[in-house]
């Protein structure tokens, strides 16, 4: 049975990968800053904005916007290219990833602010912080202006969708993403979004 196409048209996708068998993709720093290298080059020869991403120990995430050059390229030249990478570096042979990342195209504002919500707050999540700015492997402190990014991240285009000023954007932005920390009440979308479509 052949797999079900996927939805590669231009706008913002969701996009995830896992290791193989769950297994860790990432041993050390320079396992993350070899990665996040290879998106910046894959990123800057296709177009993509990086709205967010996050590297956990065995997957990664990312929020990014794409043009008609699409993804699959892409995702093919950064797993391989760091797959082969990393088994030279760590003396490993066989697959890294485990098959072909996953992707959803997200149509609204909205359902792009809760995705990067949801990658942001993953270590949260499975409990290796207790704040999304303590995990340093994510966009999240260069969105709130804390560090300086690894990546070309479109961080005004994200900020954008909370307000037209940049400090209240940010602010916003902010107590959007701790909203949604476990045990909190998330808000559904920040004030004023009312759930509108994506131009692309």
Not at 20 to 41: A, G, V
Not at 78 to 107: E, P, S
Not at 174 to 200: E, Y
Request: hydrophobic residues 35%.
């Amino acid at each position: 049975m052949s797999n079900k196409p996927r939805d590669e048209s231009p706008g913002v996708h969701h996009v995830t990968c896992r290791g193989n068998n769950k297994q860790l993709i990432y041993l050390e720093d320079r396992d993350r800053l070899d990665f996040l290298m290879r998106l910046t080059d894959v990123a800057r020869k296709l177009g993509w904005k990086i709205l967010a991403y996050c590297l956990m120990d065995n997957h990664y995430h990312l929020v990014i916007e794409i043009d008609e050059r699409g993804m699959s390229d892409g995702f093919c030249w950064l797993n391989t290219g760091y797959a082969t990478a990393f088994n030279a570096r760590h003396g490993r042979i066989n697959h890294l990833f485990g098959g072909r990342y996953w992707n959803k195209r997200l149509k609204t504002d909205a359902a792009v602010l809760e995705s990067c919500r949801y990658v942001l707050l993953n270590p949260v999540r499975a409990g290796l912080v207790a704040s999304p700015e303590l995990w340093t492997w994510s966009s999240y402190r260069a969105t709130i202006g804390i560090e300086l990014s690894r990546v070309p991240l479109a961080r005004d285009d994200l900020l954008g969708l909370f307000d037209t000023d940049p400090k209240r954007a940010g602010e916003l932005f902010k107590d959007f993403i701790l909203d949604g920390v476990p045990n909190g009440q998330p808000r559904r979308q920040p004030p004023g979004l009312n759930a509108r479509a994506r131009v692309t």
